[in-house]
């Protein structure tokens, strides 16, 4: 994950958008973190938010948070601001670039994430922020086993206890560096339970946990403590986004107005509240469910007006909407999904050994290497899907050895060894946008989930995802299709370039070609409607569309920082199923 913080003492960020490497290769660095410190009493330089504001728009930072201090005395800060980078050459050159231009009154540290943690999704506008100031009293690497020893177990014990949303440790590098310990609490509920909950988890620590306790009888003579910061979150000023149309109400939306679906990591209530400002008279109401599935049977149940999901919809999930009307639902793109942030619909990558010799591949190329043989496939036909042996292909088309690649020499005759993940939302995606919904693998790919999806002993941990990724670093015959946020820690993996389906360069894997649309393998939040083939949309549901693909309504989207706004073109396509 990547991020830029700045921590003003009020409330944690909203999560940003990722950003993009600007050296592309084999391994996969660690992200690089800064710090950015105003001391407390001093006024917020001018300018600072929206120059922060176009790095993370652009990409020349990968996230940005932002607190402010909410304490008149002994604060440690009066901003501080929290800088992460998806490499060190990302960050070599904004040393060069961006820090340039930063006010001289902040104080920059470069600094190493000692722990972290987080659950998702949050709304930091409602969080309490703490942050504390710890001086070191042994060595750095002294410092980080205390980290993992005992700051970890006790803020993952708060997560598992639904009081706490985040938390990172960050120690400043060079002597004499500063240790602080950043926290974000659900809501002010959850920060004044704190206290009382950590009084029964730390007992059971030091009676469960031999290295917390080994470390609670020494922690004093470890670090000095300094000043404690209550802190807020400060949201950064929205992307600017001068390609897109702006909001102009059309028809005036009073009464109920029904969102049942997925709270796309709490963007659907954002923009619920955005379209109410327009809309004062507009009883929006969102009721969120645990899988995005049930999207569209609340719209033929006939108890909402919009279904958002955060996943493809599946033609089963379809079939009883077009088994109540006579019609499909009408898809409406409304974000792309993010670079690779977990939860944020991240584009796919396709991951080969190091030492593999190849670097890019064709969509067809990956379709005959994960696919196999088939009669045909489904694609929608007057609104309605209906099977054609339009995308029909024979064993002879089958992509099995790396020869088939171009490879030669001693791997050429070697099989292609296939994985990628086995949950449904991935899964219907590979076959939707890469298999023309078939559902026909290579018999040889390997099916692995999440770890949090796995059962929780031996059997279970053989098939996390990370397990393929772990076999990939010391086979070369292996290719997956897998998430960044899990390659880029696994030095011995490559990430090839993908060839898109109507041909031309192959493209990287990158924030700015996943923001720009032009990376083959992205995903897409979608919003289902009901609309009649030939007949107008409901008028409020029109309304409410028209917002979320407006320019107010794509900053809000942004803004919240799982996924990418729309680019102007593709917004345009939308729009047109509207009318």
Same mark, same amino acid.
């Given at each position: $994950?990547?991020?830029?913080?700045?921590?003003?003492?009020?409330?944690?960020?909203?999560?940003?958008?990722?950003?993009?490497?600007?050296?592309?290769?084999?391994?996969?660095?660690?992200?690089?973190?800064?710090?950015?410190?105003?001391?407390?009493?001093?006024?917020?330089?001018?300018?600072?938010?929206?120059?922060?504001?176009?790095?993370?728009?652009?990409?020349?930072?990968?996230?940005?948070?932002?607190?402010?201090?909410?304490?008149?005395?002994?604060?440690?800060?009066?901003?501080?601001i929290?800088?992460?980078?998806?490499? %060190?050459?990302?960050?070599?050159?904004?040393?060069?670039?961006?820090?340039?231009?930063?006010?001289?009154?902040?104080?920059i540290?470069?600094?190493?994430?000692?722990?972290?943690?987080?659950?998702?999704?949050?709304?930091?506008?409602?969080s309490?922020?703490?942050?504390?100031?710890?001086?070191p009293?042994?060595?750095?690497?002294?410092?980080?086993?205390?980290?993992?020893?005992?700051?970890?177990?006790?803020?993952?014990?708060?997560?598992?206890?639904?009081?706490?949303?985040?938390? @990172?440790?960050?120690?400043?590098?060079? %002597?004499?560096?500063?240790n602080?310990?950043?926290?974000?609490?659900?809501?002010?509920?959850?920060?004044?339970?704190?206290?009382?909950?950590?009084?029964?988890?730390?007992?059971?620590?030091?009676?469960?946990?031999?290295?917390?306790?080994?470390?609670?009888?020494?922690k004093?003579?470890?670090?000095? @403590?300094?000043?404690?910061?209550?802190?807020?979150?400060?949201?950064?000023?929205?992307?600017?986004?001068?390609?897109?149309?702006?909001?102009?109400?059309?028809?005036?939306?009073?009464?109920?107005?029904?969102?049942?679906?997925s709270?796309?990591?709490?963007?659907?209530?954002?923009?619920?509240?955005?379209?109410?400002?327009?809309?004062?008279?507009?009883?929006?109401? @969102?009721?969120?469910?645990?899988?995005?599935?049930?999207?569209?049977?609340?719209?033929?149940?006939?108890?909402?007006?919009?279904?958002?999901?955060?996943?493809?919809a599946?033609?089963?999930?379809? $079939?009883?909407?077009?088994?109540?009307?006579?019609?499909?639902?009408?898809?409406?793109?409304?974000?792309?999904?993010?670079?690779?942030?977990?939860?944020?619909?991240?584009?796919?990558?396709?991951?080969?050994?190091?030492?593999?010799?190849i670097?890019?591949?064709?969509?067809?190329?990956?379709?005959?290497?994960?696919?196999? %043989?088939?009669?045909?496939?489904?694609?929608?036909?007057?609104?309605?899907?209906?099977?054609?042996?339009?995308?029909?292909?024979?064993?002879?088309?089958?992509?099995?050895?790396?020869g +088939?690649?171009?490879?030669?020499?001693?791997?050429?005759?070697?099989?292609?060894?296939?994985?990628?993940?086995?949950?449904?939302?991935?899964a219907i995606?590979? +076959?939707?946008?890469?298999?023309?919904?078939?559902?026909?693998?290579?018999?040889?790919?390997?099916?692995?989930?999440?770890?949090? +999806?796995?059962?929780?002993?031996?059997?279970?941990?053989?098939?996390?995802?990370?397990?393929?990724?772990?076999?990939?670093?010391?086979?070369?015959?292996?290719?997956?299709i897998?998430?960044?946020?899990?390659?880029?820690?696994?030095?011995?993996?490559?990430?090839?370039?993908?060839?898109?389906?109507?041909?031309?360069?192959?493209?990287?894997?990158?924030?700015?070609?996943?923001?720009?649309? @032009?990376?083959?393998?992205?995903?897409?939040?979608?919003?289902?409607?009901?609309?009649?083939?030939?007949?107008?949309?409901?008028?409020?549901?029109?309304?409410?569309?028209?917002?979320?693909?407006?320019?107010?309504?794509?900053?809000?989207?942004?803004?919240?920082?799982?996924?990418?706004?729309?680019?102007?073109?593709?917004?345009? %396509?939308?729009?047109?199923?509207?009318?």
């Amino acid at each position: $994950m990547r991020r830029i913080v700045i921590f003003r003492s009020k409330r944690l960020t909203g999560l940003l958008l990722a950003m993009s490497t600007l050296f592309a290769g084999p391994a996969f660095a660690d992200p690089a973190h800064v710090l950015l410190r105003l001391p407390a009493g001093a006024r917020t330089p001018e300018g600072l938010a929206s120059t922060l504001s176009a790095w993370r728009q652009s990409g020349q930072v990968s996230d940005v948070l932002w607190l402010e201090s909410d304490q008149e005395k002994d604060s440690g800060f009066a901003d501080f601001i929290a800088l992460e980078f998806p490499s %060190e050459g990302s960050y070599d050159a904004w040393t060069r670039e961006g820090q340039p231009k930063l006010p001289t009154a902040l104080e920059i540290k470069r600094v190493d994430v000692l722990t972290h943690g987080e659950k998702t999704p949050r709304d930091s506008n409602n969080s309490v922020f703490k942050v504390n100031l710890y001086e070191p009293a042994v060595p750095a690497a002294k410092t980080r086993e205390f980290a993992h020893g005992y700051i970890k177990p006790l803020m993952d014990g708060q997560i598992a206890g639904k009081l706490l949303m985040r938390y @990172t440790m960050y120690l400043e590098r060079g %002597e004499g560096g500063k240790n602080w310990l950043l926290m974000e609490y659900r809501d002010p509920v959850a920060f004044e339970k704190s206290e009382a909950f950590k009084g029964v988890l730390r007992p059971r620590l030091l009676a469960e946990n031999a290295t917390y306790a080994a470390f609670d009888k020494v922690k004093e003579g470890l670090r000095k @403590t300094g000043p404690e910061t209550m802190a807020e979150y400060k949201e950064l000023p929205p992307p600017q986004l001068p390609g897109l149309p702006s909001y102009k109400p059309e028809f005036k939306v009073v009464g109920g107005f029904r969102i049942v679906g997925s709270e796309l990591k709490n963007a659907v209530n954002q923009l619920a509240e955005g379209f109410a400002q327009f809309h004062p008279e507009a009883k929006v109401s @969102t009721s969120h469910i645990p899988s995005s599935e049930g999207g569209i049977a609340g719209l033929y149940m006939g108890v909402s007006d919009v279904a958002p999901m955060g996943d493809d919809a599946k033609i089963t999930d379809m $079939m009883p909407f077009y088994n109540t009307f006579g019609y499909m639902p009408t898809e409406i793109s409304v974000a792309t999904g993010g670079y690779e942030k977990r939860g944020s619909l991240f584009a796919w990558a396709i991951a080969v050994n190091k030492d593999n010799p190849i670097n890019e591949i064709s969509i067809d190329q990956l379709d005959r290497v994960f696919g196999s %043989e088939r009669s045909g496939g489904w694609e929608l036909y007057n609104g309605d899907y209906k099977f054609t042996s339009k995308f029909a292909r024979d064993r002879s088309t089958n992509i099995r050895n790396w020869g +088939q690649l171009g490879v030669r020499g001693a791997l050429a005759k070697k099989e292609i060894e296939t994985f990628g993940y086995a949950a449904p939302g991935f899964a219907i995606a590979i +076959q939707r946008h890469l298999l023309h919904w078939s559902y026909k693998m290579n018999p040889n790919f390997k099916e692995y989930v999440e770890a949090k +999806q796995t059962v929780p002993d031996t059997l279970g941990a053989a098939v996390a995802s990370t397990v393929g990724l772990e076999e990939l670093s010391k086979n070369p015959n292996g290719m997956g299709i897998v998430a960044l946020m899990h390659a880029k820690n696994y030095p011995n993996v490559k990430i090839l370039n993908v060839i898109p389906r109507s041909g031309g360069a192959a493209v990287p894997l990158t924030p700015d070609t996943v923001a720009n649309r @032009t990376y083959p393998l992205i995903r897409d939040a979608y919003f289902y409607v009901n609309r009649a083939p030939g007949q107008k949309l409901d008028p409020k549901v029109r309304e409410f569309m028209r917002f979320v693909l407006s320019r107010e309504g794509q900053e809000i989207i942004a803004r919240v920082g799982y996924y990418y706004p729309l680019t102007a073109e593709y917004l345009a %396509e939308q729009l047109k199923k509207l009318d």
